[in-house]
């Protein structure tokens, strides 16, 4: 019996074609659109900050940082009027350590702005200063003043970033795939919803309680087939990242941890998005209502768990909000396996919260229905 109740769940499925354009079609589109439309935002290679630079010291020295600036591919010389930093290289500049430049600041730059452009201002200054103390000292020790002159301040030759051993750096792929895997496995509810109340509208489920089919064996007979889903939609969508977003100049999907950690991840998002869809769906007194509080509750839980918007660039009462988020839980579990190697071991805590949130919904689910199944409704 609860197999051929399992089927009649996947063919009632695979009849809703809006159904299946919700859970397969939405999210890979998604995947492309964000992916390419954050490309630039995740790369340090986009960054462009306009400058106007006046020499008052008209040294050899301020002549060397001058060209530098020039070469330098986050900086775009231009008029005072369109910049939006102006550089004043004082007198004497280079007669002295201590003298600093002056920069006037437009308005419109942010703070995290400015720290950048101070960063890779920097690079250039110090490359400078060591090119001045070369000479320097050049009389008293050629063998020093060769090392001080070679001092490369590269970020390449000053960091060796890895996370936990890979050395992929996040990008806008890694960031919407996984994000968007998440969003797109609790759209279930669409379908879910539907069959639930329309089954509930024809007595079906009355009739399977009175042939002593239990509430449990109806509630597996709609889960396992969502599961399955959920799994066909994983796949699908890392196939995305993978093979179909290169095609837009933008990096391919790299999968650093283990396909467990994978599986294990994805499965515990599935329970936690079957157990708010038959929340949702038994609550419900129509179909319209259950996929409009769906639709609510999905966008809702996405923007607070980092679907939307990055965590890591919410302000930290945000991020303490995301935590509260089955999707947040998820994304995080995903993120440790593309960017940090993780296996099993490190997704363990993720897959754990996510199961006791989707059981405990999936257990509350099942005491409503036998209620509203007892009363007749």
């Known amino acids: 019996m609860l197999s051929a109740m399992i089927k009649k769940e996947f063919l009632l499925v695979l009849r809703d074609k809006h159904a299946l354009l919700a859970l397969f079609v939405l999210p890979a589109v998604f995947i492309l659109i964000m992916s390419v439309a954050m490309r630039d935002q995740f790369s340090t290679k986009a960054i462009e900050f306009s400058i106007f630079v006046k020499d008052k010291d008209k040294s050899e020295m301020s002549q060397d940082l001058l060209e530098k600036l020039e070469k330098n591919e986050h900086f775009s010389i231009t008029q005072e009027a369109d910049a939006q930093f102006s550089i004043i290289i004082p007198k004497r500049y280079s007669k002295g350590m201590n003298k600093k430049l002056k920069v006037a600041v437009k308005d419109s730059i942010k703070s995290d702005q400015i ?126 990242g993978m093979f179909l977003v290169p095609f837009f100049d933008t990096p391919a999907l790299e999968i650093n941890g283990s396909i467990g950690a994978i599986f294990a991840i994805s499965f515990g998002l599935s329970i936690s998005a079957i157990g708010v869809s038959s929340l949702i769906a038994v609550s419900a007194s129509s179909s319209e209502q259950a996929t409009t509080i769906g639709g609510i509750s999905n966008i809702l839980l996405g923007a607070i768990g980092g679907v939307m918007v990055p965590k890591f660039i919410m302000p930290e009462s945000m991020q303490t909000l995301a935590n509260f988020s089955p999707m947040s839980w998820g994304l995080d579990g995903f993120l440790d396996i593309f960017l940090k190697s993780a296996d099993v071991s490190m997704i363990l805590s993720d897959m754990i919260a996510l199961l006791l949130f989707g059981l405990s919904a999936l257990i509350l689910s099942m005491i409503i229905l036998h209620l509203r199944i007892k009363k007749g409704l």
Request: charged letters at 20%.
């Open 115 to 240: 720290e950048i452009f101070k960063a890779m201002m920097a690079k250039d200054i110090l490359s400078v200063r060591f090119n001045e103390m070369s000479k320097e000292v050049k009389e008293y020790s050629l063998k020093a003043s060769r090392t001080i002159k070679n001092m490369d301040t590269s970020a390449d030759k000053l960091y060796a970033i890895k996370y936990n051993g890979s050395k992929t750096i996040p990008n806008s792929t890694q960031q919407s795939v996984p994000a968007w895997i998440v969003f797109g496995m609790f759209f279930i509810i669409i379908p879910m919803s539907t069959i639930y109340v329309n089954e509930r509208k024809q007595n079906t489920l009355t009739r399977l309680s009175s042939m002593n089919i239990s509430i449990l064996s109806m509630t597996l007979s709609k889960s396992i087939p969502y599961m399955l889903i959920n799994q066909v939609q994983v796949w699908i969508m890392l196939a995305v």
